[in-house]
Structures are given as C-alpha cells and as structure tokens.
C-alpha cells in the first residue's frame, strides 16, 4: 500500500505512522510497518512515496530483519584478532558474538571520546595527530562522516538486520525504511561507544593505542601479531579491519611475504556549493517554496574521452573536513549533522585512476597508485602552505584554469588558500575534472556561478591496493588464517558495504574454526 505526501509532510513530522493513519482511511487497524520513504524529485512537483504494510506480512517481517543476538561465550571460546575498530572491525566483532567466538579488537587510535578532542584540534588549529584524527581511532573514518548507509552491495548480506542492529545501538529507526539513510555526525560517536560496550559486555576485548606493526608468519599461517614497542600476541586467526588509509599496513604485508595488488581508485577535489542553490536547482523551486523539506542531494555522472568523472560522497548541509593521516600531507573530505542543517553542501568531483595514467610507474609495483596519492597530498600541502590549509579556487577559476584573486568563502576548516589548484593533478586528469564540469554546468546554469568553490585534494575514495583473497574462503589466498576485509582490503566503499563484507567474511569462518 503506498501514498504520495509533500515532502514537508513527509519529512516534518516526528511520528509518520500516526500522520499516516489519521490522513489516510484506507490504513486498516492494527499493526503497521512503513517499508519505505523515498523522495522523486524529476517531475514538475517533487513528491515522497511512502510505502507500508501489515506487520504481519512476510514483506514487513523481512523488512524488519532479524533481532540482534550474542551467544553466551564459553571461557575456552575461540578467538579471532581483528585490526582496526572502524564499521569493518566494530561489526565483525559483534557477528563473531552471534557465533560463539571472541573478538578481540586491536586498534591503533584512541576511543571516540579523546578523538573528538584531537579532531577538534585539528579542526580549529591545524593540529593533526597521526594516530588519531579523521581516520584512525574508535569507529574509524566512518565516525566524522554523514553516516550514509546507503550500498547497492544488497547481495552481499543482510541489510535490514544490519540496520535492525543499528537502531538497537541508538540510531534513529527512520534508517530502516528511507530510500538513502544517513545518521549524522553528531550521532554517530554514541553509536560508536554503545557497540564497543556491547562488544564487552558480552566477553570481547578492544584495545585502543595498540598499533600491529608486525605479521610473523610460520607455514603459511600468521603465528604471532607484534605491537608497536615489541608486545607479541599469539593468534589463531586474523582478520583485516584497517581502512583505505593505513598505508603502513600494506608495507607490513609486503614484509611478511603476503601479496598486494595496485587496484584504480577515484580522486579530485572537493566542490562546495551554497545549500540554497541545489535546494533550487533539485527541486526547481525558489526557498520559499522548499520550507521544511529535507536538503535536496545530487549524483551526477558525466564521460570525458571515454572515462568516468562523478560526484562523490555529496553531503547535504554539510561542511569539508581535513582527513589527512601525515603531517605532510593535505585530504579533504565532507560530513554532515544528522540534521543537514549548515549553509552549504559539498561533494567529491573525481575521476578514475589507474596504472595507465602514470606513465612513469612500473606495472608490477602494487603500491605505484598509492605513491601517486601520497604525492597529490604532498603538493596540495605545499600549495596551501602548510598547517592543514587546503588550496582552493573558486569553481569557475579551476575549470578555466586561472588563478582566483577574490577566493570565496569556504567551510574547510582549519583554512584555504587561494592556489592554482588545476595544476595540482597531471594534465590529462585535470581535462577530465574540468571537462566534466563544464558538461554538468550545461545542465544546471549555476554550477559555476560566483560563490562556489573547490578545494583539493579529495583523495581518500577508496583504497589504492587491494589484497587478495579465496573467493569463497576469503581467506589470503597464501595465508589461511589472515582474512582482508572491507574498505582497506579493496572490497568495500562506504560504512554498510564495509559492515556486510566483515558479516561475510567471519560467517566464512563457520563449521570448525580454523586449526593451525
């Protein structure tokens, strides 16, 4: 049963079922599920579809998904080591409750509470600590994000009863049936906290400031994890949680012999626009016409000689943010509130990348993409002279390629810099960027008026290596007991994709855990 609302009706009430049955008769008594809220904004007049149905119905029960529950852990429980405590980790660690086994967490940052502090520093004065910021620490890079949980990964897992978990952590349970579900910023760090007390309370272990420097490996299965002062942990199995940006990590498989493989990532820059402006341009609609709805999103898509050039990772109401994991380096990125409610909205503008577009780079180098990177953010830090400054253009300058004398206002903090940032990617990737703006703004009028404005780099998208893996074991393919998993093994791109491959990959570990 669906029914067509507003969007400020569908969007600015806090009970949607209860407007829902006193507007609509058609509603039957008892119990009622909403399946989905989505909004179409493509025709003359934007409406939201909301669809519902009977609790009872097999549609609304698979819509619910299946209740959160941990087995009581025996004291001899097998144990799996995982590294990193981002959604990959965080959510391996509450699957190998539901089987039984003990997760022992081994994360190289701090808890969410002293990383909000370091991230506020790092924010308001450019002070970034190397093992905890955006990056690295509790809840990973999914922590200081817009918290969108949106994958097209379905076939992967069990979305519903991954969202079902979440709303029992503490997000809002309009997750489970909006179209594209976000948490927020400010919501997620309490999200964080009450899935590593439920990790603990029921017989897990996390250890915060505990870096793994080290695989020691004895035929063909990892033996032993060393710790950064020289700690050894004996292990019987190991799983990889550690995020597209520890870069160390693929440096520390290379030295225990492990394969690595160079995989094409997407960058660019960061493009910041007034929210006000794609509120009008999505809706096709003045400010006083958009009262109350929700801030309008947008996924653009454009082909330049052949190549892909995207928005990426748009957040609404949003602010940019500095995700570098080096003091040398510069990374901007975006999030949002749970609201969305900041002046202006940001997105990544990139474009694919791969071994063909360093000429330079030795075909059988897997880390010949991640030093592409890690030179990008060298530069962008030169250009915007230190501290964590971005540089940054006004948007029309950088597609014309011409320096910007009167930069706009911009929301990264700790800072910009007016710099010639299309010169900061080589030429050919420059021309796709630039090229596809100039097809975007064909489209929509405003796209390069006075007031937006780009920053640079964005480029942490998703991991430059991949590590291979069984294809149903998804074990290494060398190492028997060592799992890569998520966004920093190369098989995810966003929090609920990472979240399902680590589901996955622990219920690959099912029948007799693995003997070595």
């Given amino acids: 049963m669906c029914f067509e609302l507003d969007p400020a009706e569908a969007y600015g009430v806090s009970d949607l079922e209860g407007y829902l049955r006193d507007r609509f008769s058609a509603i039957p008594a008892g119990d009622m599920t909403i399946l989905r809220r989505s909004l179409d904004a493509r025709g003359p007049r934007p409406m939201v579809t909301v669809r519902v149905a009977d609790s009872r119905s097999s549609e609304a029960i698979a819509a619910s998904g299946q209740p959160y529950e941990p087995l009581p852990l025996a004291e001899n429980a097998p144990e799996l080591h995982i590294i990193g405590a981002g959604p990959a980790g965080l959510f391996a660690a509450l699957r190998c409750l539901e089987r039984g086994w003990r997760p022992v967490v081994w994360e190289r940052g701090c808890s969410v509470r002293e990383r ?7 924010s308001r004065e450019g002070r970034l600590n190397p093992e905890s910021n955006y990056c690295y620490g509790e809840g990973g890079a999914g922590t200081f994000s817009d918290g969108k949980l949106y994958t097209r990964s379905t076939k992967r897992g069990d979305v519903a009863s991954v969202l079902r978990l979440l709303v029992s952590l503490g997000a809002p349970p309009h997750i489970m049936y909006d179209a594209h579900p976000h948490i927020g910023t400010n919501k997620l760090p309490a999200l964080i906290e009450q899935a590593r007390q439920t990790i603990i309370a029921f017989g897990g272990q996390i250890h915060f400031n505990r870096r ?13 994890l060393v710790l950064e002062g020289g700690e050894r942990i004996s292990v019987q199995a190991v799983m990889l949680c550690t995020g597209h940006s520890a870069r160390d990590v693929f440096e ?10 160079a995989k094409p990532l997407a960058m660019g820059v960061r493009v910041e626009h007034p929210q006000a402006w794609i509120n009008r341009w999505r809706y096709r609609r003045e400010s006083s016409f958009t009262e109350g709805w929700p801030p309008a999103s947008y996924a653009v898509v454009e082909q330049v000689g052949g190549r892909g050039v995207y928005s990426f990772c748009m957040c609404p109401g949003g602010i940019m943010a500095p995700c570098s994991t080096s003091l040398d380096q510069v990374v901007t990125n975006g999030w949002s509130p749970s609201k969305r409610n900041n002046r202006t909205a940001n997105a990544g503008w990139v474009t694919e990348i791969n071994l063909q577009d360093l000429p330079k ?11 592409f990177q890690e030179q990008i953010e060298r530069d962008a830090m030169a250009m915007g002279g230190g501290n964590q400054w971005a540089p940054a253009q006004n948007l029309a300058d950088f597609v014309q ?3 910007s004398s009167d930069l706009g206002p911009c929301s990264y903090r700790p800072g910009t810099q007016s710099a010639p940032l299309h010169l900061l990617y080589p030429t050919e990737i420059q021309a796709r960027l ?8 064909k489209k929509w009028h405003r796209l390069l008026d006075e007031g937006a404005v780009v920053a640079g780099p964005e480029s942490r998208t998703s991991s430059p290596v991949r590590i291979p893996r069984d294809p149903v074991a998804l074990h290494h393919p060398h190492c028997s007991n060592l799992y890569p998993v998520g966004e920093g093994a190369g ?3 966003g929090i609920m ?9 622990v219920d690959a570990l099912s029948g007799p855990f693995p003997t070595i």
């Fill in 401 to 403: 390629g011409r320096s």
């Fill in 434 to 441: 630039a090229g596809g703006l100039k097809q975007w703004a």
């Fill in 491 to 493: 098989y995810a791109g």
């Fill in 212 to 224: 793994v420097v080290e695989l020691e490996r004895e035929l063909g299965v990892i033996r032993t």
């Fill in 497 to 505: 994709s990472a979240i399902l491959d680590a589901r996955r990959s």
């Fill in 116 to 122: 909000r502090r370091d991230v506020a520093l790092l």
């Fill in 252 to 261: 520390m498989l290379q030295r225990a012999g492990l394969e690595i493989q």
């Fill in 361 to 371: 780079a030795r075909s059988n180098d897997p880390l010949a993409l991640l030093r």
